[in-house]
């Protein structure tokens, strides 16, 4: 089974693979976008103080919810959280999930770009549009230094969102690609690319 990664806006993406379904910072309904009720097994709060970026009252069921610092294995699934600090000084935490094989880390909302943590990732999802967060230059330096298969951009001004974040393309033209927007993206670990590859993921704009 390939893991499928879909983007439903802001900071939030969903992982889906044989081992399980991981649901990250989850927003709530005053964000613009529309989730609907999601299902997962286990949510990560990257930024657990800030309602803006994390809501588990929209996933049904009984999650198992990560807002922390550690390490975490769930049902096959591995999670690491590692601390770090946002312009504000609040934490945001930084998520590895390892699932199906494939190592996605999820980089929060941090200023700094000390994150020798995330070195061995496959796939980063790393904020591109500011705001008080990484901003399209520092974006770019992040992601040539970690080195992962796959980068797939968020936290940017598209559709709805509310917040005053940088469009896409200046994350796009500080990187030199013209990616084609695509609805997900599906792969197994023998997919990932052997060079650097940015990914846009369309926001999924209702459940």
Do not use: W
């Not at 499928?4 to 709530?28: A, H, N, S, Y």
């Not at 591109?128 to 992601?143: E, K, N, P, Q, T």
């Not at 393309?169 to 013209?178: C, M, N, P, R």
Request: proline letters at 8%.
């Amino acid at each position: 089974m390939a893991l499928e990664i879909v983007f439903l806006g802001r900071t939030c993406f969903r992982l889906k693979g044989r081992d399980g379904t991981v649901l990250m910072d989850p927003l709530p309904p005053d964000s613009g976008f529309a989730l609907g009720k999601q299902e997962a097994g286990i949510v990560t709060l990257s930024c657990a103080d800030d309602p803006r970026y994390g809501d588990p009252s929209v996933v049904s069921g009984e999650p198992k919810v990560l807002d922390a610092p550690g390490e975490y294995e769930i049902g096959g699934v591995l999670v690491t959280g590692t601390a770090m600090r946002r312009a504000d000084g609040r934490r945001t935490v930084s998520f590895v999930v390892e699932i199906d094989g494939i190592r996605v880390g999820h980089l929060g909302l941090p200023t700094g770009t000390n994150l020798a943590e995330l070195k061995d990732v496959d796939i980063l999802l790393l904020p591109v549009g500011g705001d008080g967060s990484l901003s399209a230059v520092a974006a770019a330096d992040v992601m040539t230094r970690i080195e992962p298969k796959i980068a797939i951009p968020m936290h940017y001004k598209v559709g709805p969102e509310t917040l005053e974040l940088e469009p896409l393309e200046k994350f796009l033209k500080e990187t030199g690609t013209k990616p084609d927007a695509q609805p997900k993206l599906q792969l197994t670990r023998s997919q990932l690319p052997a060079d650097l590859t940015v990914v846009v993921l369309e926001p999924r704009l209702t459940g």
